[in-house]
C-alpha cells in the first residue's frame, strides 16, 4: 500500500514443520510476515527455522532469544506443536493410561504453550503490539477427544484467558482457535475409516476441516482489524460444536 510506513510483522509458529503449524507458517508469509519456525524435528524445520521442544524451558528460552534477535522483534507467536495419546490408533481410556503418557501430553500441549508465552511477552511489550494464537481443539470443549489430550486443550483455554486478562493493556490480544478432526499427520493414525464417517456424521458442514480452515481463522486473529478481540475462542468445527 503506497504511504503505508508499517513494519513487517515477525511471527514464530511452533510446531510449523508440519500440519496445522506449516499451513499457518505459508498463510503468514503469503501475507508478507517474517516467519520463524520451530519444531522438534531438525528435518521439519529447514535452515532457517529453530529445533526446539517446547517442554524444554532453556531450548524455549533460546528460541525466543534467537528470533528476537534474528528479527530485532516479536509481533505474532502462534502455539500449534502438539501431540495425542493413542494406542495404535485406538484411545488410551484412562484406566489404562500411563502417568507418562499423560504427563507428556500435558507437557507438550499446555506446558510448552505457556513456556513460549512467558518468554515471548517480554519482547512483544517493546513493541506494544502482540499477537498470540494458541491452537485449542473442541476436544477442550467437549467429550469429543482422549482424556490427556481434552484436559491439555481445555487447560490451554483456560491459560489463554487468564493471560488475554494480564496483558490486554499492553496492546496484545491471546486468543484460541478450536478445530474439530482436521486431516494432519498428528491425526492420521486416529483416521481409520470408521472415525471419519462418524466425523462426517457429526458435522453439518458435511466435510472435515483443512489445515487451511485453520489458518484462516489464524490470520483473521493476528491482524489489526482483530485488535478488539481477546479472550476469544474461535470454534472450526463446521457446525459439529455450536456454544
Known amino acids: 500500500m503506497v504511504g503505508d510506513h508499517r513494519p513487517t ?11 496445522l503449524g506449516r ?3 505459508q498463510r503468514f508469509a503469503a501475507m508478507g510476515m517474517r516467519v520463524g519456525i520451530c519444531d522438534i524435528r531438525a528435518e521439519a524445520v529447514g535452515p532457517e527455522g529453530f529445533v526446539c521442544d517446547v517442554r524444554d ?9 534467537h528470533f528476537a534477535e534474528r528479527f530485532g522483534r516479536i509481533d505474532v507467536v502462534v502455539n500449534s506443536a502438539g501431540i495425542l495419546e493413542t494406542g495404535g490408533g485406538a484411545t488410551v481410556p484412562v484406566e489404562t493410561m500411563t502417568l507418562a503418557t499423560w504427563s507428556s501430553v500435558l507437557a507438550v500441549n499446555l506446558t510448552g504453550a505457556f513456556l513460549v508465552c512467558r518468554e515471548a511477552i517480554p519482547v512483544m511489550k517493546r513493541g506494544a503490539w502482540g ?7 473442541r476436544a477442550g470443549r467437549t467429550r469429543a477427544g482422549p482424556a490427556a489430550y481434552s ?9 489463554s484467558r487468564v493471560l488475554a486478562g494480564e496483558v490486554a493493556g499492553l496492546g496484545i490480544t491471546v486468543n484460541c482457535v478450536a478445530p474439530s478432526r482436521v ?4 491425526t492420521a ?3 481409520g475409516s470408521e472415525v471419519i464417517a462418524a466425523k462426517l456424521a457429526e458435522t453439518p458442514v458435511g466435510r472435515l476441516a483443512t489445515t487451511e480452515d485453520v489458518a484462516g481463522a489464524v490470520a483473521y486473529l493476528v491482524s489489526d482489524e482483530a485488535s478488539f478481540v481477546t479472550g476469544a475462542i474461535i ?3 463446521g457446525g459439529s460444536y455450536m456454544p
Not at 499477537?131 to 481443539?137: D, H
Request: overall charge positive.
Open 189 to 191: 493414525g486416529d483416521s
Open 57 to 65: 524451558e532453556a531450548q524455549v528460552r533460546a528460541m525466543i532469544a
Open 131 to 137: 499477537r498470540i494464537v494458541n491452537i485449542a481443539s
Open 235 to 237: 470454534d472450526v468445527t
Open 183 to 186: 486431516a494432519t499427520p498428528l
Open 151 to 159: 484436559a491439555s486443550k481445555g487447560g490451554l483455554i483456560a491459560f
Open 9 to 19: 510483522r515477525c511471527a514464530i509458529v511452533t510446531g510449523g514443520g508440519s500440519g
Open 23 to 25: 499451513a499457518v507458517a
